[in-house]
């Protein structure tokens, strides 16, 4: 009979935060996959946790994960534990569960800390639809598309970043979504911790002056959907009605559908546009 993956949520910072459930399951597994072993053996020896450990990270996910998975059919059962907070959020675990999945070796997660959620909750901003982004992508193609999604995204946007990088992500926010309230988190759960709500200018005078330190959460307020239509509506203002129509013409639409469309851009009666071509 196959082993089982436990996905086990540690403390973000307070270890009072370690539940009793995920204490009795790192102490009842037969193996403890660690993204940084010498992180973990001081969570393990605070709370008295003897079970074997082994390293699972980034750069050995691959070769690791379908070993790991090889013992689980054999029939032991693995915890995952990462750093900090829940595994398979931005870290390599979302790499065993699919291998596991792929196995057909049974997945389950021991809830706990996620420092997404604990700075969403704590942030002042709209819970009711949110999404995450983790860090953003180092490559300049993909960090430009994901800031320009940003600019029109209505939800709540969750983001994780280093000390050493947060002025240069405020500077690039702050070209895409400058009037927008952030919320910056920090040690999170510990002694200091500490949320500040400012825009990216702001923010980029306040951690000019404060050099940041330990890692970032930033809570990014969504823009107004009425905000949006207003700018939707403002950017067909920059065309004339003549081009406006070539669009949606050159899209098929015969003239009639085309005049309801662009009145409905520009947020104005059908019959103003029509007017505009027998005047």
């Known amino acids: 009979m196959a082993g089982k993956l436990f996905?086990?949520?540690?403390?973000?910072?307070?270890?009072s935060d370690m539940?009793?459930?995920?204490?009795?399951?790192?102490?009842n597994a037969d193996l403890i996959a660690a993204e940084d072993t010498r992180n973990t053996i001081k969570l393990l020896n605070h709370f008295e946790i003897k079970t074997p450990m082994t390293s699972y990270h980034e750069y050995n996910k691959i070769d690791k994960g379908h070993y790991l998975v090889s013992l689980m059919m054999e029939g032991k059962n693995i915890a995952l534990v990462s750093d900090a907070g829940t595994p398979?959020?931005?870290?390599?675990?979302?790499?065993?569960?699919?291998?596991?999945?792929e196995a057909g070796i049974e997945v389950t997660s021991i809830p706990g800390p996620a420092a997404c959620i604990?700075?969403?909750t704590m942030s002042g901003l709209s819970t009711?639809?949110?999404?995450?982004?983790?860090?953003?992508?180092?490559?300049?193609?993909?960090?430009?598309?994901?800031?320009?999604r940003l600019k029109t995204e209505t939800r709540t946007t969750v983001f994780y970043e280093a000390p050493h990088r947060l002025l240069?992500?405020?500077?690039?926010?702050?070209?895409?979504?400058?009037?927008?309230?952030i919320v910056f988190c920090k040690e999170l759960t510990k002694r200091y911790e500490n949320a500040l709500m400012m825009t990216a200018k702001e923010a980029m005078v306040y951690y000019e002056e404060n050099p940041p330190k330990g890692e970032f959460v930033l809570v990014v307020e969504g823009i107004l959907q009425e905000q949006l239509d207003e700018e939707v509506r403002q950017s067909w203002?920059?065309?004339?009605i003549e081009e406006h129509m070539d669009i949606y013409l050159a899209?098929?639409?015969?003239?009639?559908?085309?005049?309801?469309?662009?009145?409905?851009?520009?947020?104005?009666?059908?019959?103003?546009?029509?007017?505009?071509?027998?005047?």
């Open 251 to 279: 899209k098929g639409m015969n003239k009639k559908e085309a005049m309801k469309a662009v009145a409905a851009d520009r947020g104005v009666p059908k019959r103003e546009i029509y007017q505009h071509f027998i005047s």
């Open 118 to 120: 604990t700075a969403l």
């Open 128 to 148: 009711r639809r949110f999404c995450f982004e983790g860090f953003l992508p180092t490559d300049k193609k993909e960090r430009s598309l994901v800031l320009e």
């Open 19 to 27: 539940t009793f459930r995920c204490i009795e399951t790192l102490k």
């Open 237 to 240: 203002e920059n065309i004339s």
């Open 168 to 181: 240069k992500t405020l500077e690039l926010m702050a070209s895409y979504i400058s009037g927008r309230r």
């Open 7 to 15: 996905l086990c949520a540690t403390p973000i910072g307070n270890l």
């Open 88 to 101: 398979g959020i931005s870290d390599p675990g979302e790499e065993l569960v699919r291998f596991c999945r």
